[in-house]
């Protein structure tokens, strides 16, 4: 060759503002900025790496000091134009300050500042990088910047603007170039590739183009890198794709096919395909998630414009479409989610191809455990008993159940007999309920969520919970108190119901340590933790249970349940000596209590601990 070979990216670099691509508002402004003669001191170029910071600097400077200019259309033949093409001007010097970086850089520049151009109009400093610089460089700069000598202009470049100093960005002219459109591109990639006669396909260049990022520079690099392999065939996308290690579309759509199928073996097997041909784990996972938002965009945006999102041909998007029809958005979305976990895990991990087999056999898995019929069955499951729906309805986010917590404050609260009383005279005097037809669905809200009642649980089995329970209890006299005074309602994982048998009681277990070593006693009965505990005064239809006095695996026959106030059906008169029966019971127990001395305020704990030891009573 008798030409030095010149890479195409410095071969193909703008010389004019026409000439570079997109960035259409910065050279409309420089434009207006040469044409009306409003040159600044200072600029600052910023944006993503290869979308033509330098390049705009240099093809800036060169139609500032063109022997034409200044001139939006520098000649290109002048001395001037020459040297700037060629790197080597002697009045515009650029610097990278990530190798000049210091404070002495810094201050070589300052002195050379004070010399006039010798061959141009203005003398130019262009800084790329200009981030890398120290804070004590940036401050040795500062009052230069500010208050630069005559025909001196600095252009800083950078990609990181958020690390200069504020101070710096306040004394320049601040313009931010933005990522090219692949479109952009793609028709400059046209452009080269007919320019050098390398035979490449339509769908080979947007694929360059979407893996550039939006920087020219690189997509112009990597078509270079291409071009080596033209031959009588075109250039296509598998050819890009074996070039930097991709998967292609139809590799993909076979791996995500098992995942979405939960079918682990498949998906493995496809895997192994791809392994041994020399993919490495996180490139593998990579593409697979890139697969999935292409997947995830075509199940939710307008056809015109997945092609510009996806940059797929109208065969991809259709089978996608069609993997799509099967799915459920948040299906997708967890699977993004998780791949990308993944991906974590196999660039930290010493083994990532076992991780990465992981991944893809849970991935498959969990594409079945995410359909919306199950997580519908688990919600109904985790709030209490209600039975698992069977319906295929679309999905509707089940609107809370509405709480009145003013009515529950009310009944919890509430300290006299007559709270009793009143609530048998209202059952009195309602009349009969007609006959109403079944209904299939609960009302969609309700004003109260009534207080939870027993529930059919064998009582040997309540009866164990129960005594098992107090023997987690850790404190003595708490575990006293409860075994005297307390009634289990309802003993789960999901939710604990006791009720004291009197108001003080049930103040004093509610407040304090004795509440917080109860619920240490049921996350060690369930190995969980934060319990939910309710601990209430009895209502007329809870059941009794005593727990076994000892040995817990030999427990006390069921306890019958005792005859009780009947407050439901409200077609059963409720005589009138029932009221007193109750006041005549409460009355009692309040007036034995107090000769007992078992209230809090007149014992310790001590002394009731030791009377449940050793079934003992006050004596006055």
């Not at 938002?293 to 199940?299: H, Q, R, S």
């Not at 019958?560 to 029932?578: F, G, L, R």
Request: net charge negative.
């Amino acid at each position: 060759m008798n030409e030095k070979y010149i890479p195409l990216y410095r071969k193909y670099r703008p010389q004019r503002l026409e000439e570079i691509v997109g960035q259409e508002h910065i050279k409309r402004a420089l434009t207006n900025a040469i044409a009306m003669d409003k040159i600044s001191h200072a600029y600052l170029f910023t944006g993503p790496r290869g979308t033509g910071k330098t390049s705009t600097a240099r093809i800036f400077a060169k139609s500032l000091n063109c022997k034409e200019g200044p001139t939006i259309t520098p000649c290109g033949k002048c001395e001037n134009c020459i040297d700037i093409t060629n790197s080597v001007p002697m009045d515009v010097i650029e610097i990278d300050a990530a190798s000049n970086r210091k404070v002495e850089d810094a201050q070589n520049i300052l002195e050379k500042v004070m010399y006039a151009p010798v061959n141009s109009r203005y003398k130019i400093y262009i800084i790329d990088e200009v981030h890398m610089l120290s804070n004590t460089a940036f401050n040795a700069l500062l009052k230069t910047l500010e208050e630069p000598p005559k025909n001196v202009i600095f252009i800083l470049a950078t990609t990181e603007v958020h690390k200069v100093l504020d101070t710096i960005k306040s004394r320049c002219q601040r313009f931010d170039f933005r990522r090219i459109t692949t479109d952009d591109i793609v028709k400059h990639l046209r452009y080269i590739s007919d320019s050098e006669k390398i035979n490449i396909t339509d769908d080979a260049l947007f694929t360059i183009a979407k893996n550039s990022a939006g920087g020219m520079r690189d997509s112009i690099a990597l078509l270079d890198q291409l071009s080596i392999l033209d031959g009588e065939e075109a250039i296509s996308t598998d050819d890009i794709n074996n070039l930097l290690g991709r998967l292609s579309f139809d590799t993909l759509h076979s791996l995500s096919t098992g995942i979405t199928s939960s079918n682990p073996q498949e998906a493995i097997e496809t895997l192994e395909k791809i392994y041994n041909s020399g993919n490495e784990p996180a490139q593998i996972l990579t593409n697979l998630l890139d697969y999935f938002k292409n997947l995830l965009i075509v199940k939710n945006c307008k056809p015109e414009i997945v092609f510009e999102l996806t940059q797929l041909n109208e065969a991809q998007i259709k089978e996608l479409q069609a993997q799509a029809k099967s799915l459920d958005t948040h299906q997708i979305t967890f699977l993004i989610d998780k791949t990308a976990d993944y991906i974590k895990d196999v660039k930290t991990t010493n083994n990532p191809r076992l991780w990465l087999e992981v991944g893809v056999i849970d991935l498959a898995n969990l594409a079945e455990n995410t359909s919306l019929m199950e997580l519908q069955n688990r919600l109904s499951r985790l709030e209490g008993g209600m039975p698992a729906q069977t319906s295929t309805a679309s999905y509707k986010t089940p609107p809370a159940p509405v709480l009145n917590r003013q009515k529950i404050k009310d009944l919890t609260e509430d300290k006299s007999v007559k709270h009793i009383e009143q609530n048998v005279q209202e059952h009195k005097n309602i009349e009969p309920a007609k006959p109403e037809p079944v209904k299939t669905e609960a009302p969609q809200q309700e004003d109260f969520a009534p207080m939870p009642k027993a529930k059919s649980i064998p009582a040997d089995d309540i009866t164990i919970l129960w005594g098992q329970l107090l023997e987690n209890i850790s404190s003595p006299p708490t575990r006293a108190l409860l075994k005297q005074w307390a009634n289990p309602v309802k003993i789960s994982a999901a939710e604990t119901v006791l009720t004291m048998k009197n108001e003080i009681f049930l103040n004093q277990i509610q407040n304090g340590s004795k509440k917080q070593a109860l619920i240490e006693a049921i996350d060690t009965l369930f190995s969980q933790s934060n319990s939910n505990v309710i601990i209430r005064l009895p209502l007329p239809d809870d059941v009794t249970v005593k727990a076994p006095p000892r040995q817990l695996s030999q427990p006390k026959p069921p306890v019958q349940k005792p005859a009780t106030v009947q407050t439901k059906d409200t077609s059963e008169e409720v005589k009138e000596e029932d009221i007193e029966q109750i006041r005549d019971d409460i009355n009692s127990e309040s007036s034995q209590n107090a000769n007992n001395g078992e209230y809090k305020e007149v014992h310790s704990d001590m002394v009731n601990m030791v009377m449940d030891l050793f079934s003992g009573k006050i004596i006055d």
